[in-house]
């Protein structure tokens, strides 16, 4: 058989793999782990590399440590904070990210970070061993994961940056990202580039910087001296992202963007956003008015919960607003999510 070949795992394998899980005692999910069970098969039959086996092996592994790990505390919002390994504890950069962490962490949030020395032991110390959690990873020269991590055993290494950077964005609903190098450069672009693509959900960024700091301003002439002007990126492709040396304008930026806007869902061609407040017929309409450009046709409107969201028990309880976005627009959700959030029937 040759290598990328395409052939089916047989009938018979399949009806194997099935019993396998029901004597697994699986219940839950049940074809999604055949599935999982079926690729890898699949893998065999096309006689995959040894090493992107490995690969293969090696990812699956780490995303269920990953996976169980966060499992615990899935109901409890969680923020990011990406930043240099290299800072020391006398930078004013590292007192910004104790501070905010630590005020993130009062407000309920946990604390995610690499689990490494400089800005990521920062946060932790911020956010206290209780409200803390690491994804660390494994390099030639080893860092073993920082000690208010370690202390606490709420850390998974990993081997490679790819799993370790989906459990850093997949988990939480809000990022802090103060100065660093080439690693957290490329965390910060990779968050704008799911953002801009609508591969994630929005969620508020924060470049935070320590007081009277310029490195985030050199970022952000950079964006519109060079990006905006050769077309590579749109005008309002960085407004979703706030620059700012204040730990408490950075904190206001995160909890503010979630008093009112609650979650999204894709229905078909509908986005269905859920809210904390019942906006007023007039609120709706001035919504209507400001972001026609936005829609590909109809209106913003009301809605009660969807069939499909009423089978699957989703966020029942609250008011929803379901509209039909211009797919090429979806990068600028952020700016109405941001009008939600400003309605005076927002929670105060």
């Not at 390099?139 to 950077?165: D, H």
Request: with cysteine.
């Amino acid at each position: 058989m040759q290598s990328g070949s395409t052939n089916p795992v047989p009938p018979a394998v399949t009806d194997e793999l099935r019993t396998t899980i029901e004597t697994a005692g699986i219940t839950v999910n049940a074809d999604l782990v055949a599935r999982i069970l079926a690729t890898g098969v699949g893998l065999g039959m096309d006689e995959t590399d040894r090493l992107d086996l490995k690969i293969t092996t090696a990812a699956l592994t780490e995303m269920r440590a990953a996976f169980r790990l966060f499992a615990p505390y899935r109901d409890v919002p969680k923020v990011t904070i990406f930043g240099s390994a290299r800072t020391r504890p006398e930078d004013a950069l590292y007192g910004q990210a104790i501070d905010v962490a630590a005020a993130l962490a009062e407000a309920g949030w946990m604390v995610v970070t690499g689990a490494g020395p400089g800005i990521m032991q920062a946060a932790a110390e911020g956010a206290g061993p209780q409200r803390s959690l690491g994804v660390s990873i494994r390099l030639p020269f080893e860092e073993k994961p920082n000690a208010i991590i370690e202390a606490n055993a709420r850390n998974v290494a990993m081997k490679y940056f790819f799993t370790r950077k989906l459990m850093l964005v997949k988990e939480s609903s809000a990022f802090v990202c103060v100065p660093g190098g080439f690693g957290t450069l490329d965390e910060m672009f990779e968050l704008l580039t799911l953002q801009q693509t609508g591969k994630a959900e929005p969620t508020p960024i924060v470049l935070l910087d320590e007081p009277g700091g310029t490195f985030w301003q050199g970022l952000q002439r950079f964006v519109d001296d060079q990006l905006v002007p050769s077309g590579v990126i749109s005008p309002g492709d960085f407004d979703r992202v706030l620059i700012t040396d204040s730990v408490a304008t950075a904190v206001a930026e995160i909890t503010d963007f979630w008093r009112n806007y609650d979650s999204l869902r894709w229905v078909g061609g509908r986005l269905i956003l859920r809210l904390k407040a019942e906006p007023t017929d007039a609120e709706v309409e001035a919504l209507n008015e400001r972001f026609a450009d936005l829609l590909a046709s109809g209106r913003i409107e009301r809605t009660d919960a969807l069939r499909v969201e009423r089978e699957d028990g989703d966020r029942l309880g609250l008011p929803r607003l379901q509209l039909r976005l211009n797919q090429f627009r979806v990068g600028e959700l952020h700016r109405l999510i941001r009008a939600i959030n400003d309605l005076d029937s927002a929670p105060r």
